[in-house]
């Protein structure tokens, strides 16, 4: 349940990511609507985040938070806010994903 619980933590941080990017080029309601959202993200995924850390390893935890945050948010960028995607960059989001599945693994 942990597990399951982080990776839910993991896309909240990738909502608020995404809600800043949102409020960057947003004015007037919809900036205060933006950064609400973000707020209310980051609240959700802080919480959860703490609540993971109870039982799993704080550096396991900690660092399959960030990088499905990372990995996330590259892809929001991708597909949302036409960043590039060229070889080199989907190849170390690739060597990330890797990681994190390995991190997963070796975990208790």
């Not at 980051?42 to 660092?63: C, D, F, H, N, Q």
């Not at 399959?64 to 996330?72: E, N, Q, R």
Request: hydrophobic content about 60%; aromatic content about 14%.
């Amino acid at each position: 349940m942990n597990w399951i619980l982080l990776i839910i933590a993991g896309l909240f941080e990738v909502a608020f990511a995404t809600c800043l990017g949102k409020a960057k080029t947003a004015t007037g309601n919809a900036a205060l609507f933006w950064y609400t959202a973000f707020l209310v993200c980051l609240i959700i995924s802080m919480s959860l985040l703490v609540k993971v850390t109870r039982e799993l390893p704080i550096g396991t935890a900690y660092a399959v938070w960030t990088g499905i945050g990372a990995v996330g948010t590259v892809l929001i960028g991708i597909f949302v806010f036409n960043e590039p995607a060229h070889f080199w960059r989907l190849l170390f989001l690739t060597t990330l994903i890797i990681s994190l599945v390995g991190l997963k693994f070796v975990s208790q």
